[in-house]
């Protein structure tokens, strides 16, 4: 089982939307080093609603590459049609990721029968790990934790990311589930309180930008040392909810590239930050003592 911080990283791009794959290189350099547990690579966060198939393939195997068995690498290869969420799922098979991780079909809205179904497919076509992806916020489908435990038995399901931010929700998810079934945070405000319950660890935004207190959030809110993990989580409380004034990843995009991590780079229909919230979102990058104070 993969626990702790794991990052769900930005796809660094340039100016005119073209990928750049040496800052990827880099941003996955600085996230091994900075004790983050594990990467997802290409999911909601990396823009994968507007990468092409094939750079979505070629993102999956440079970040395998570059990280070298360093960290798990969990790809993000799901999609609103099982054909191509399995054809996806086979290719991060093929380039060696550890894990793949499968969001709820957006748009045509499954039923919860049509969910169990798409899920169950994926998991008998390819034989790698699958981590279901439940975010209603973004899919308007809302995977239940009846389907989820249904589908927990299932070989090669291990886990679910939890993004519905229902703290009363995980629980019991918790309590329906086998404890060898791993129930991630996608919700980075909540994550804390999901851990001290028994959660896996936090599939995180604010894990991109900073990496070294998330995973020391993880590792102590896992190990129940409270104190530990409400000081480090007050740290970057403002980080949880500032990065999500603007559609993610259009923050935490905008603050890497204000830290100097990577040009500013993002492909329509998302727009740059706001100039109203940048001042908003440079202080909460402050307050987490990521950049200079004034």
């Not at 440079?62 to 790809?75: C, F, S």
């Not at 991630?184 to 959660?199: E, I, K, N, Q, V």
């Not at 409380?237 to 603050?255: G, I, R, S, Y």
Request: hydrophobic share 45%.
């Amino acid at each position: 089982m993969i626990k702790g911080s794991i990052v769900a990283i930005v796809t660094p791009m340039f100016e005119d939307g073209s990928l750049d794959k040496d800052s990827l290189r880099k941003l996955l350099d600085w996230h091994v080093a900075e004790g983050t547990d594990g990467v997802v690579i290409v999911g909601t966060t990396g823009e994968s609603a507007t990468v092409s198939p094939e750079e979505h393939c070629e993102l999956i195997k440079l970040t395998v590459d570059h990280v070298a068995g360093r960290i798990p690498v969990i790809a993000g290869s799901g999609g609103n049609s099982t054909a191509e969420a399995i054809a996806l799922t086979r290719h991060a098979k093929e380039v060696g990721a550890d894990a793949s991780l499968q969001v709820v079909p957006y748009y045509n809205r499954p039923t919860q029968e049509g969910m169990y179904r798409h899920f169950k497919a994926i998991a008998e076509a390819v034989d790698l790990p699958v981590i279901l992806y439940n975010v209603p916020g973004r899919t308007v489908a809302d995977m239940s934790n009846e389907t989820i435990a249904r589908l927990a038995p299932i070989d090669n399901i291990v886990g679910v990311k939890d993004a519905t931010g229902n703290i009363g929700r995980g629980i019991e998810l918790l309590r329906m589930v086998d404890k060898s079934f791993a129930v991630y945070s996608g919700d980075d405000p909540t994550a804390m309180a999901l851990m001290f319950c028994g959660g896996a660890g936090n599939i995180s935004v604010t894990a991109n930008v900073a990496p070294r207190a998330m995973h020391d959030l993880c590792a102590a809110a896992m190990a129940g040392d409270i104190a530990k993990a409400v000081e480090i989580n007050n740290r970057v409380l403002d980080l949880h909810a500032k990065l999500f004034v603007e559609p993610n990843p259009v923050p935490v995009k905008w603050a890497l590239t204000e830290m100097g991590k990577m040009p500013a780079g993002l492909r329509l229909p998302l727009a740059p930050l706001s100039a109203p919230f940048h001042d908003t979102v440079r202080t909460a990058l402050r307050q987490a003592g990521l950049l200079p104070q004034s």
